[in-house]
């Protein structure tokens, strides 16, 4: 049973592109929740999605940041515009059931984005 | 501020000692748990520990819960350098889902 699956796990853009970001959850998981980490901080949560539903995006900036999770296919977290604040690791964790700390979640190895 | 917060921010042992880290939190919790980072990876879940529960092991690992204190801390007993990582408690408000990472603690385990 594969664990979750993040690529690509290094990403570099310049200011001002885009940022595509995927998690592929646990089989069987179908609640994905995304992560940031800046350096020596610990993570601070930005979204919560279950299969074609955005449940709680309270962490998520309010521009440019925009996330789902299609009924096909990996999870997706975009970045427009990006600017070198947004550099940071980004983590995807996923969980079979929800209350997020009820159910243990299963992290991926994480993207790591760089912005120049 | 963070929900919780770890000490120490920095940990350095010898290998075979005991390493203890603590959580401290501001609300009330349905549960805490405490995850490893190794350097460049994702978290690890190592134990989960809830607001009913005082004492949790798991191998070398004790994990305590003092709700009234509102803290926590996890022992690692006879320490290996490969438990050199970062460790962090994460705890989820009663009311809330969306869990709340501390900054971490550091350890460094030497051989």
């Known amino acids: 049973n594969a664990g979750v699956m993040q690529n690509p796990r290094h990403l570099v853009r310049r200011r001002g592109q885009e940022a595509r970001l995927r998690c592929s959850p646990m089989k069987g998981h179908s609640h994905v929740y995304w992560y940031r980490q800046l350096p020596e901080e610990g993570l601070k949560f930005m979204v919560y999605l279950q299969k074609e539903n955005i449940i709680d995006e309270s962490g998520m900036p309010k521009e440019r940041f925009s996330a789902e999770f299609p009924k096909e296919g990996p999870s997706i977290l975009r970045i427009q515009q990006v600017v070198r604040g947004d550099s940071a690791a980004y983590f995807c964790?996923?969980?079979?059931?929800?209350?997020?700390?009820?159910?243990?979640?299963?992290f991926g190895p994480g993207t790591r984005l760089t912005v120049t | 501020s963070q929900q919780g917060e770890e000490d120490p921010q920095a940990l350095s042992i010898q290998e075979g000692e005991n390493a203890t880290m603590n959580c401290s939190y501001k609300?009330?919790?349905?549960?805490l748990q405490w995850y490893r980072q190794n350097s460049g990876r994702g978290l690890v879940h190592l134990i989960l520990i809830r607001s009913n529960e005082r004492e949790k092991h798991s191998g070398r690992l004790r994990v305590t819960l003092d709700t009234s204190k509102k803290s926590s801390s996890l022992l690692i007993t006879a320490s290996r350098a490969a438990d050199t990582a970062s460790y962090f408690c994460a705890t989820d408000a009663r009311g809330s889902y969306i869990p709340t990472f501390g900054r971490g603690t550091s350890l460094i385990v030497h051989p």
């Open positions: 609300t009330s919790i349905n549960n």
């Open positions: 964790a996923s969980s079979p059931s929800s209350g997020a700390l009820s159910y243990e979640q299963y």
